[in-house]
Protein backbone atom coordinates (compact mmCIF):
# COMPACT_ATOMS: atom_id res chain seq x y z
CA UNK A 1 0.00 0.00 0.00
CA UNK A 2 2.55 2.32 0.40
CA UNK A 3 2.69 3.13 -3.43
CA UNK A 4 -0.87 5.08 -3.06
CA UNK A 5 -1.94 8.06 -2.48
CA UNK A 6 -5.31 9.79 -2.71
CA UNK A 7 -6.11 13.23 -4.59
CA UNK A 8 -9.20 15.36 -4.91
CA UNK A 9 -9.29 17.82 -7.49
CA UNK A 10 -11.54 20.51 -5.39
CA UNK A 11 -14.13 22.58 -6.18
CA UNK A 12 -12.32 25.91 -7.22
CA UNK A 13 -10.34 24.05 -9.93
CA UNK A 14 -13.33 21.96 -11.39
CA UNK A 15 -15.15 25.36 -11.51
CA UNK A 16 -12.45 27.29 -13.24
CA UNK A 17 -12.10 24.33 -15.58
CA UNK A 18 -8.70 22.36 -14.50
CA UNK A 19 -9.69 19.19 -14.81
CA UNK A 20 -7.54 18.53 -17.85
CA UNK A 21 -4.60 20.13 -17.01
CA UNK A 22 -4.17 19.04 -13.46
CA UNK A 23 -4.68 15.47 -15.09
CA UNK A 24 -2.06 15.57 -17.41
CA UNK A 25 0.08 16.74 -14.41
CA UNK A 26 -0.41 13.46 -12.57
CA UNK A 27 -0.14 11.28 -15.51
CA UNK A 28 3.19 13.31 -17.02
CA UNK A 29 4.70 13.14 -13.50
CA UNK A 30 4.82 9.29 -13.11
CA UNK A 31 1.29 8.52 -11.39
CA UNK A 32 -1.02 5.63 -12.62
CA UNK A 33 -4.51 6.61 -11.95
CA UNK A 34 -6.76 3.03 -10.34
CA UNK A 35 -9.04 4.75 -9.35
CA UNK A 36 -11.09 7.85 -10.10
CA UNK A 37 -14.96 9.33 -10.00
CA UNK A 38 -16.39 13.03 -10.45
CA UNK A 39 -18.85 13.36 -7.68
CA UNK A 40 -19.90 15.87 -5.15
CA UNK A 41 -19.16 16.04 -1.02
CA UNK A 42 -22.53 16.56 0.98
CA UNK A 43 -21.72 19.18 4.25
CA UNK A 44 -21.96 15.79 5.96
CA UNK A 45 -19.52 14.02 4.04
CA UNK A 46 -16.68 16.59 4.23
CA UNK A 47 -16.93 17.27 7.71
CA UNK A 48 -16.46 13.37 7.74
CA UNK A 49 -13.83 13.63 5.66
CA UNK A 50 -11.60 16.62 7.64
CA UNK A 51 -12.86 15.62 11.03
CA UNK A 52 -9.54 15.94 12.23
CA UNK A 53 -9.04 19.62 11.34
CA UNK A 54 -12.53 19.57 12.96
CA UNK A 55 -10.72 22.21 16.02
CA UNK A 56 -9.25 24.44 13.64
CA UNK A 57 -10.35 27.88 12.80
CA UNK A 58 -11.00 27.40 9.03
CA UNK A 59 -12.92 24.17 9.49
CA UNK A 60 -16.58 25.27 8.66
CA UNK A 61 -14.74 27.64 5.51
CA UNK A 62 -13.33 24.62 4.34
CA UNK A 63 -16.34 22.05 4.32
CA UNK A 64 -18.64 24.86 3.21
CA UNK A 65 -16.08 25.01 0.22
CA UNK A 66 -15.45 21.50 -0.38
CA UNK A 67 -18.69 20.60 -0.89
CA UNK A 68 -20.07 23.69 -2.95
CA UNK A 69 -19.47 22.10 -5.75
CA UNK A 70 -18.03 18.97 -7.93
CA UNK A 71 -14.62 17.08 -7.49
CA UNK A 72 -12.72 14.57 -8.64
CA UNK A 73 -11.81 11.97 -6.63
CA UNK A 74 -9.00 9.91 -7.59
CA UNK A 75 -6.41 6.84 -6.19
CA UNK A 76 -2.92 7.54 -7.40
CA UNK A 77 -0.04 4.68 -8.07
CA UNK A 78 3.51 5.32 -8.13
CA UNK A 79 6.83 4.42 -6.30
CA UNK A 80 7.03 6.85 -3.30
CA UNK A 81 3.29 8.38 -3.74
CA UNK A 82 2.86 10.07 -1.25
CA UNK A 83 5.90 11.69 -0.87
CA UNK A 84 6.34 12.64 -4.79
CA UNK A 85 2.69 13.87 -4.74
CA UNK A 86 3.00 16.52 -1.68
CA UNK A 87 5.94 17.54 -3.85
CA UNK A 88 4.11 17.93 -7.23
CA UNK A 89 1.33 20.02 -5.58
CA UNK A 90 3.58 22.03 -3.23
CA UNK A 91 2.55 24.18 -0.16
CA UNK A 92 -0.77 24.49 1.15
CA UNK A 93 -0.97 28.24 0.65
CA UNK A 94 -0.02 28.78 -3.24
CA UNK A 95 1.96 31.94 -2.52
CA UNK A 96 4.51 28.93 -1.05
CA UNK A 97 4.02 26.93 -3.64
CA UNK A 98 7.09 26.39 -5.94
CA UNK A 99 7.08 26.96 -9.39
CA UNK A 100 5.23 24.37 -11.52
CA UNK A 101 3.31 22.82 -8.91
CA UNK A 102 0.15 22.57 -9.48
CA UNK A 103 -1.09 24.60 -6.29
CA UNK A 104 1.52 27.53 -8.22
CA UNK A 105 -0.37 27.27 -11.32
CA UNK A 106 -4.07 26.30 -10.47
CA UNK A 107 -4.49 27.32 -7.24
CA UNK A 108 -6.50 30.69 -5.99
CA UNK A 109 -5.73 31.39 -2.32
CA UNK A 110 -4.85 29.01 0.86
CA UNK A 111 -8.40 27.41 1.00
CA UNK A 112 -8.86 26.86 -2.36
CA UNK A 113 -5.75 25.69 -2.93
CA UNK A 114 -7.16 23.26 -6.26
CA UNK A 115 -6.32 19.66 -4.76
CA UNK A 116 -6.05 17.67 -1.90
CA UNK A 117 -3.09 15.20 -1.58
CA UNK A 118 -2.51 12.60 1.86
CA UNK A 119 0.29 13.28 4.03
CA UNK A 120 0.96 9.60 4.80
CA UNK A 121 0.37 6.34 4.00
CA UNK A 122 -1.68 5.52 6.75
CA UNK A 123 -4.05 8.39 6.20
CA UNK A 124 -3.71 7.66 1.87
CA UNK A 125 -5.18 3.99 2.65
CA UNK A 126 -8.09 5.69 4.89
CA UNK A 127 -8.94 8.53 2.36
CA UNK A 128 -9.05 6.04 -0.62
CA UNK A 129 -11.32 3.84 1.40
CA UNK A 130 -13.95 6.71 1.82
CA UNK A 131 -14.21 7.28 -1.29
CA UNK A 132 -13.67 3.79 -3.31
CA UNK A 133 -15.13 0.10 -2.50
CA UNK A 134 -12.45 -2.54 -3.68
CA UNK A 135 -14.20 -3.13 -6.69
CA UNK A 136 -13.88 0.69 -7.84
CA UNK A 137 -10.05 -0.16 -7.74
CA UNK A 138 -8.76 -1.02 -10.68
CA UNK A 139 -5.18 -1.73 -10.44
N1 LIG B 1 -6.86 25.30 4.95
C1 LIG B 1 -7.38 26.58 5.11
N2 LIG B 1 -6.71 27.47 5.92
C2 LIG B 1 -5.58 27.12 6.59
C3 LIG B 1 -5.07 25.82 6.42
C4 LIG B 1 -5.74 24.93 5.60
O1 LIG B 1 -8.41 26.92 4.54
O2 LIG B 1 -5.02 27.96 7.32
C5 LIG B 1 -7.58 24.34 4.09
C6 LIG B 1 -6.89 24.13 2.74
O3 LIG B 1 -7.90 23.90 1.75
C7 LIG B 1 -6.07 22.88 3.01
C8 LIG B 1 -7.03 22.09 3.90
O4 LIG B 1 -7.62 23.07 4.74
O5 LIG B 1 -5.74 22.22 1.81
C9 LIG B 1 -6.37 21.03 4.76
O6 LIG B 1 -5.32 21.62 5.49
P1 LIG B 1 -3.90 20.90 5.61
O7 LIG B 1 -3.14 21.62 6.68
O8 LIG B 1 -4.10 19.44 5.77
O9 LIG B 1 -3.21 21.24 4.21
P2 LIG B 1 -2.85 20.30 2.98
O10 LIG B 1 -2.49 18.95 3.53
O11 LIG B 1 -4.07 20.24 2.09
O12 LIG B 1 -1.70 20.97 2.29
MG1 LIG C 1 -3.54 17.70 4.79
Known sequence: MTNRTFTMIKP????????????????????KIIAMKFTKLSLEKA???????SDRPFF???????????IVA?????????????LLIGS????????????????TSMGENAVHGSDSDENAMIEGAF???????LS
Open 12 to 31: DAVENGHIGSILEKINSSGF
Open 47 to 53: ENFYEVH
Open 60 to 70: NELVTFMSRGP
Open 74 to 86: AILEKNNAVEDFR
Open 92 to 107: TNPSDAKEGTIRNLFA
Open 131 to 137: HFSNEEI
